[in-house]
Nanobody, 125 residues
């Protein structure tokens, strides 16, 4: 059974930083795509960043240069370092995983079979 557990969310002021973590268990594929999605109230869930088993990354334009996705395979943990946070980054952030390579472009949430429960990020102005 695959389990993804996010942590690290919280409330910060604009310009601040947070690091999200996603601890994965039961996900033992040699080829995989993992990513972060977010959903703000009243909006659709959108992709933020992805990384695959070859450590190829991809970012949404809205977070390029501010967010960094990384992974620690030994710890089976996915990270999202978020710097220069803006109020528009406020959302529930979800970790997702699927046993395939990432597409190399924007990923559709429908293509991920495993999801965490989410962690809330709130950025105040």
């Amino acid at each position: 059974q695959v389990l993804l557990v996010e942590s690290g969310g919280g409330s910060v002021q604009a310009g601040g930083s947070l690091r999200l973590s996603c601890a994965a268990s039961g996900f033992t594929y040699s080829s995989y795509c993992m990513g972060w999605f977010r959903q703000a109230p009243g909006k659709e869930r959108e992709g933020v960043a992805t990384i695959d088993s070859d450590s190829i990354t991809n970012y949404a334009d809205s977070v390029k240069g501010r967010f960094t996705i990384s992974q620690d395979s030994a710890k089976s943990t996915l990270y999202l370092q978020m710097n220069s946070l803006k109020p528009e980054d406020t959302a529930m952030y979800y970790c997702a995983a699927d046993p395939r390579y990432c597409s190399g472009g924007l990923e559709d949430q429908a293509d991920f079979g495993h999801w965490g429960q989410g962690t809330q990020v709130t950025v105040s102005s």
